[in-house]
């Protein structure tokens, strides 16, 4: 498929299923997707790293070798391509046997300090991933995730309390993600037990199931 068919047929909102798997097994295809995000300015960029984040929970290694590509977008102004970057960045942590993460580590838990929630709850939500895939790095990462309490989320240029119970839930939802594995699971049990108290319903509800599981 030559490069102004591939557009048109990405404008026209198909089945990305269908690309998704077109992708994987043309490397052609592979290769215009990056381009288009790099190069096009309208929501078919949106349509791209979609695709390619799809790809990336099915077959890692296929955009394994497109890494700093994908890096790059968690500098991009537009708040849906740095999401899937994020996404896509914790699927390759798998299969990252040339250790690239390293390059982009403080760059990329750093976002758990973006004053946009959502931003900072795609890094927790997914920072699993990458504990399994990197233990090593499991102090750290938890430590940083413990100070999410602290930590102040905007809501319309303001500060939002509310913003910083829902990133509390995600964390828990991390955390439980890992306990098995973790050096710091008293630290953890401390955590939900603090948010037994919070005002969401939801996120009480979610530390009571956390040390319901894990309290010994």
């Not at 940083?144 to 939802?173: A, F, Q, T, W």
């Amino acid at each position: 498929m030559d490069r102004e068919s591939l557009l048109l047929r990405l404008k026209s909102k198909p089945n990305l299923n269908h690309l998704v798997t077109e992708a994987g097994n043309t490397p052609e295809l592979l290769n215009t997707l990056f381009e288009f995000v790099r190069t096009e300015r309208s929501a078919v960029r949106y349509g791209c790293t979609k695709i390619l984040r799809i790809l990336s929970e099915q077959q890692p290694d296929k955009i394994y070798p497109y890494f700093f590509d994908v890096a790059h977008w968690l500098q991009d102004s537009n708040s849906f391509i740095k999401w899937d970057s994020i996404l896509i960045l914790a699927n390759l942590a798998t299969v990252d046997t040339q250790h690239l993460f390293s390059s982009v580590y403080e760059e990329y838990f750093g976002l758990i300090r973006d004053p946009k929630m959502i931003t900072a709850a795609n890094v927790a939500g997914n920072a699993w991933k990458i504990v399994q895939a990197a233990p090593e790095w499991e102090g750290d990462i938890t430590k940083r995730l413990l100070e999410v309490p602290r930590i102040i989320y905007l809501y319309h240029g303001e500060p939002s309390d509310e913003c910083n119970k829902v990133m509390c839930g995600h964390v828990l939802d991390c955390f439980d993600r890992y306990f098995d594995v973790s050096n710091n699971q008293e630290a953890m049990l401390d955590f939900a037990r603090t948010q037994l108290n919070n005002s969401r319903k939801s996120v009480a509800k979610k530390a009571a199931h956390f040390l319901q599981r894990h309290e010994r």
